[in-house]
């Protein structure tokens, strides 16, 4: 399975960003996505989550400024990210939460300069 994240670059802080996540295969029947973040010097972490039917989970720190969703039928999960902040500053990736993990890929690579 091939995960081709998408759609980071340099921001402002306050600005907005799109990510996508390509999946090479179906993910109709995978129970929960997650969006991933690895910043500089530290562990990568769980920052969102979407089962198939939509429902959500955040990290305390993106929480109402972040929305994770999924398109099944385009094997396609997205993170909006409104109110960017520097402390986001860190490649994404996107993953299946539960079970084993599918090979990472390279992630988008999201910058906020204050």
């Known amino acids: 399975v091939q995960l081709q994240a998408s759609g980071g670059g340099l921001v402002q802080a306050g600005g907005s960003l799109k990510l996508s996540c390509a999946v090479s295969r179906s993910i109709i029947s995978i129970g929960v996505m997650g969006w991933y973040r690895q910043a500089p010097g530290k562990e990568r972490e769980l920052v969102a989550t979407v089962t198939a039917v939509g429902s959500t989970t955040y990290a305390e720190s993106v929480k109402g400024r972040f929305t994770i969703f999924r398109d099944n039928a385009k094997n396609t999960v997205y993170l909006q990210m409104n109110s960017l902040k520097p402390e986001d500053t860190a490649v994404y990736y996107c993953?299946?939460?539960?079970?084993?993990?599918?090979?990472w890929g390279r992630g988008t690579q999201v910058t906020v300069s204050s």
């Open positions: 993953n299946t939460v539960r079970g084993a993990k599918w090979a």
